[in-house]
């Protein structure tokens, strides 16, 4: 063998190899999911190899079983400008193979007698086969060859193609496989949505079902239901989420859209452009995209279906005017928003179509069942049917008697009216501990709780400024007091005439009233130096609400101020009730004929123990607390010998003002009345 033969078969053995890799490839392209965007061009791409062709094309059929191009490689822009005559006759020829149903090879620049078999306008051996089952072939592949070829090859080149085009029939039977069963799983999914939307007659209950199985069944990322109130949509439910919160700024948003979407009745369809909107939504639509960053957005009114009655009567005018619902009024919105998902606008627009019919019907029904006048007591009326059956009768007929026995008992069974009211326990000999003359706190000598005597000293303070004024008011009296001794001896000296025993006189008599004025300042100066000292006003016990030390000392405190207070232990006690401002009514009453009105109370840390007092005291002025509200302060005297172990100043009691007799009723009810009263028949 020469050296020529022997690379010309090793470059055939390579030429067979790729041919059966690409072979090989294509049967793979055939047993994957991919779908017809991809497939097409992957088997196009490998079968052009494979021939080492010139190019090619895959038609396909489209609507009105018209070829559509699905994709090429090298085809002449003339075959695909459809206005072209050449375009023409080639569409005519591919129609004709595709009519036959069998593979041909077409020569160049052939044209047939007849003009609808058409024609291979192009140089080249045009190799057709079609694509799928014999009976209904899906479309055809189209390969430019070189026309040179020997008839053999080209007979080969065509039983090549067919098979290819065996193997894309394989991948179209899976394809149509997969869509039977995508149907089938939608079909599914349709009748479970319908019989679950279906399945309440609740407002709300049947917007969460439209919304999250709706979402299911579409395939967008969410889906929204509004209700039309008056001109205006409030939103209702949304899918993913338990509750709505009417005052975010994206609900805010979507109940400006769907309200206007409602009044001008007509669905929008929003992918990004607002050129083909009317004005009036730009602006909302707008707003609501900020906040959604919603890609794809579908508003549809849903209208109220028409009754059966109407259908019947305008079936009988036009069958067409019978299934539309133009004229029906609106009930709410359909919102179907794609936020990541990219669903195409054709399938997305068919599940829509399907969750539409269901969703108006079910919230249409649910909304006419939720107008029926005195819902909730024909409900009860309806469910208390039970009660009166007959293995239920003397059941019903005890519990009515029982019913019966109770009202009377809260009517008819005397008791006393309580007032409860929250106080405190106080001695009533107590004196708070003010500051007189502002200054700064040096020392606090006493502890809570301490005993002390009147006068004894609690707090030091010091004051610069005052013992400044001090020292002041002593020197200018020291001068004042050498001024006036020397006119009194001037006075005293002989040779003095009239006029300077006048003058001196005057002198004298205004230093006179000066010095007095001096001694009442020092006087009062030295009084204020002494209330830096502050002192017990009583004799008793200490009591500090906080830890005076800590926190006055070496700060300033001012006049007035409460530090802390005395109280003497030993002597009475009583109590300091806060009784609600609406309450004391019942309490004036009563004490119209018994000012002294009985309390009982129980000591927050003994409730276990109940002790009585008498009311000695009710305050005429309501006072207003930021916590408590208005209240008046009534004050109880109490017997202290069996509390003497649990007397503390400020503990908390809770008692209860005996008011009179009346029944247990109005007892337990009584603040009930008084709020009917207020709030409803005033």
Known sequence: MSESESINTEALEQTKAQIRALVNEIAQLAKSDLGPAEFYPAFLQRLVSALAAIGGAVWVLGEGRRLRLACQINVSNTICDEQSEEAQRHSNLLSYILATRR???????????????????????????????????????????????????????????????????????????????????????????????????????????????????????????????G??????????????????????????????????????????????????????????CEESFAKMLAVLPLRRPKSEEARAVELKRHEASAERNESNPIIGALVVEQIETDLPREMLAQRVDLVYEHAS?????????????????????????WLVEARNLPKTLIAVLLLVALLGGLFLVPTELKIAAEGQLEPVTKQYVFVNVPGT???????????????????????????????????????????????????????????ERTKLSGQILELTETLKSLDEQIALRQQQ????????????????????????????????????????????????????????????????????????????TDPRRQHQGRIKYVDQVTRVDPQAGHNVLVRVDIDEEPLRDALRPGAKVHARI?????????????????????????
């Open 361 to 385: 019907r079910a919230l249409a029904n649910s909304l006419e069942y939720h107008s029926v006048f005195l819902l909730p007591l024909w409900r009860a009326i309806g469910k208390s049917r």
């Open 529 to 604: 130096v002494e209330q830096l000292q502050i002192r017990a006003p009583i004799s008793g016990r200490v009591l500090m609400s906080w830890d005076v030390e800590r926190t006055l000392l070496r700060r300033k405190v001012e006049a007035g101020q409460i530090l802390m207070a005395v109280a003497d232990p030993a002597g009475q006690w009583e109590l300091e009730l806060s009784v609600p401002d609406r309450r004391m009514g019942h309490v004036n009453r009563a004490r119209q004929d018994h000012p002294d009105l009985v309390v009982d109370f129980v000591l927050a």
């Open 231 to 288: 001109r205006k949509c409030v939103v209702s439910a949304v899918s993913g989420q338990d509750t709505v919160e009417s005052r975010s700024n994206i609900v805010a948003a979507l109940n400006e859209l769907t309200s206007k979407v409602a009044a001008i009745g007509e669905p929008l369809w929003y992918e990004g452009s607002t050129d083909d909107l009317p004005p009036q939504l730009e602006s909302a639509i707008h707003r609501y």
């Open 103 to 229: 593979s041909q090879l077409v020569p160049p620049l052939f044209s047939a007698e007849r003009e609808e078999m058409g024609a291979n306008p192009t140089p080249y051996l045009l190799v057709l086969a079609p694509i799928g089952p014999e009976d209904d072939p899906a479309g055809l592949v189209e390969i430019f060859q070189r026309p040179e070829a020997a008839p053999a090859t080209q007979r080969g080149y065509e039983r090549f193609v067919v098979q290819m085009c065996e193997l894309a029939t394989e991948w179209l039977k899976s394809q149509k496989l997969r869509e039977l069963s995508d149907r089938h799983s939608l079909w599914a999914q349709a009748d479970q949505f319908a019989r679950l939307v279906h399945e309440s007659l609740d407002v709300r209950d049947t917007a969460y079902t439209i919304v999250n199985e709706g979402r299911r069944l579409i395939g967008c990322d969410r889906v929204t239901v509004a209700i039309r109130r």
């Open 441 to 499: 706190v040096t020392r606090v000598l006493v502890e809570d709780q301490q005993l002390v005597k009147e006068g004894d000293i609690l707090v030091e303070t010091y004051n610069a400024e005052l013992l400044l004024q001090l020292e002041d008011a002593r020197g200018e009296r020291h001068a004042t007091q050498e001024r006036l001794l020397a006119a009194r001896r001037a006075l005293s000296m002989p040779r003095l005439t009239e006029d």
């Open 658 to 682: 005996h008011c009179g007799p009346t029944n247990w009723g109005y007892r337990l009810f009584h603040e009930v009345i008084a709020w009917v009263q207020t709030r409803l028949l005033f």
